[in-house]
């Protein structure tokens, strides 16, 4: 008798993802496969792509299958033992929030663009890649979910994070950004994802949230950020991989990828702002400041891979340099600014406490102490003699990453940074010189932007009025938003604490 010989790794992975592929016959492939053409990039032999994992669909959900059983397991624990309970403080839900509202559905929205890539390319194995990431990218929205449903049964800005996700202002940010790479053609969607946004920045989103998590004593959230970081890792390697393969496979990509890797990286940056205030500002306990994980995830470990990415002609991102000057004026800018406007949205803003302001001049002494310190000790003074402040106007937004225009010049922190050019007549107005540069290079694609400032004017968002801007937007007036003391949210705490006890 003939014994069959097991296949290994490599034979296995190689027949159940490149031999399923073929060539067409009655439509040439260029037909078939028309947006790999489009962008300039020129690929000539699509079996050079690699995937170090090797992962096959029949492995792949064996192995998330049993990262689901435990993660379950956990988060049915943590409901029934009443988890939300033993969080350090319950402004930290807040962050909870603006996770929900912001990462979840932009995770949802990845998924949307790698179900695009699996059918776009031409490769048989970017093709495969493509369709496990998406599968991931959905299964974290759905984990996220769920997790945080929890939360959902004692506080309030939970239960409509869809709806905010499409209408509230400042969730236009990842919105934008989102929706500008679906838009992109494949292979810029995937520098945009696979590599900006996972590879050189996925850090900064996951390693804050999740260590924030756990030293706040969130249980749920830090366990579906384990489940999802073994898939990180190989988004990660898939975004590298990406970057090297199209450079490997003609010298003339290597321009078209530089300034995709350029526009991606300020757009990322600007996107990471809302994580930037969560670490300085939202944290009863926090583990680092903003200044301090730049320094560690984007300065040591991005400027490793560049000059890794050097010998295949790449350079760091244009404005990294801004970048840094901004690291220690970056969060409080946007804190004070959220903190104006926070009758209009969709979770608590606060000033911080005496003890919270020492560890933010420890944190930040050459800036916090001379530009911001004074201002929130004055917003206090405001408050303890019920004058707790809010912004009367609407602020001016970005036309690119639709931030507000609240930041700083990088190099004088006493003038604010606005920039402005002129399209067919008409202005458009910018944060700073990164998204005017890529305004500047596609100025079709971002003058369509929808901007809430200006839609609300219209009166395109629910009516004239603030509470009817404020329902058209999900928001539940006085329990979503407001002052966390005296808020709905502070009441059902202390229902369960007293419960509890």
Not at 107 to 118: D, I, P
Not at 221 to 249: N, P, Y
Not at 321 to 348: F, M, P, Q, T
């Amino acid at each position: 008798m003939s014994s069959t010989k097991k296949l290994g790794l490599r034979e296995k992975y190689r027949l159940m993802t490149r031999g399923l592929g073929w060539d067409t016959t009655y439509q040439p492939m260029e037909k078939v496969f028309p947006y790999q053409h489009f962008e300039g990039i020129k690929i000539h032999d699509w079996d050079k792509w690699e995937d170090p994992f090797r992962l096959t669909m029949d492995s792949y959900w064996k192995y998330q299958a049993e990262k689901d059983r435990k993660l379950y397991a956990i988060i049915d624990a943590f409901s029934q033992h009443n988890g939300h309970l033993n969080v350090s403080d319950p402004r930290y839900v807040n962050a909870l929030k603006l996770f929900l509202q912001g990462i979840t559905l932009s995770e949802y929205s990845a998924h949307r663009g790698f179900v695009h890539l699996g059918r776009q390319f031409g490769g048989v194995g970017p093709r495969v890649a493509a369709q496990m990431q998406a599968i991931d990218e959905v299964r974290h929205a759905q984990t996220q979910i769920h997790a945080l449903s929890h939360y959902n049964k004692h506080f309030s800005g939970f239960h409509n994070f869809n709806q905010m996700y499409d209408r509230l202002w400042y969730l236009s940010v990842p919105k934008s950004y989102f929706e500008d790479a679906l838009t992109a053609g494949p292979f810029e969607f995937l520098t945009a994802i696979s590599f900006s946004f996972e590879y050189v920045l996925t850090n900064l989103i996951f390693m804050p949230f999740m260590s924030g998590a756990a030293y706040n004593g969130d249980m749920a959230t830090v366990t579906f950020g384990f489940s999802a970081q073994s898939d990180e890792a190989r988004h990660m390697t898939m975004g590298l991989e990406v970057i090297k393969f199209m450079a490997e496979q003609d010298p003339d990509n290597i321009p078209i990828i530089q300034k995709w890797i350029d526009k991606w990286f300020w757009r990322g940056y600007r996107l990471l702002v809302l994580v930037a205030m969560m670490m300085d500002y939202m944290l009863p306990k926090r583990v680092m400041s903003w200044s301090e994980a730049w320094e560690m995830y984007f300065e040591q470990a991005g400027g490793a891979l560049f000059e890794d990415l050097a010998r295949y002609g790449f350079r760091m991102p244009k404005y990294a340099d801004v970048s840094i000057k901004e690291k220690g004026r970056y969060s409080h800018e946007a804190w004070a600014a959220l903190y104006s406007y926070g009758a209009a949205a969709g979770l608590h803003t606060w000033l911080p406490k005496q003890e919270e302001m020492d560890w933010l001049a420890e944190k930040y002494p050459d800036t916090f102490p001379d530009f911001y310190a004074k201002r929130l000790e004055h917003w206090r003074d405001m408050q303890q003699d019920g004058q707790r402040y809010y912004a009367s106007a609407l602020p001016q937004l970005c036309q690119v990453c639709q931030v507000p225009a609240w930041f700083t010049e990088p190099d004088d922190p006493h003038t604010l940074c606005k920039r402005e050019t002129e399209y067919k007549g008409q202005h458009y107005h910018f944060c700073s010189d990164g998204c005017k540069d890529i305004f500047d290079n596609e100025p079709e694609k971002y003058v369509q932007a929808w901007l809430p400032t200006h839609q609300v004017l219209q009166g395109n968002c629910g009516g004239a009025e603030l509470p009817d801007v404020l329902k058209w937007s999900g928001i539940d007036v006085g329990r979503d938003n407001m002052d966390f003391a005296g808020s709905e949210d502070e009441r059902h705490w202390n229902q369960s604490i007293g419960e509890r006890k």
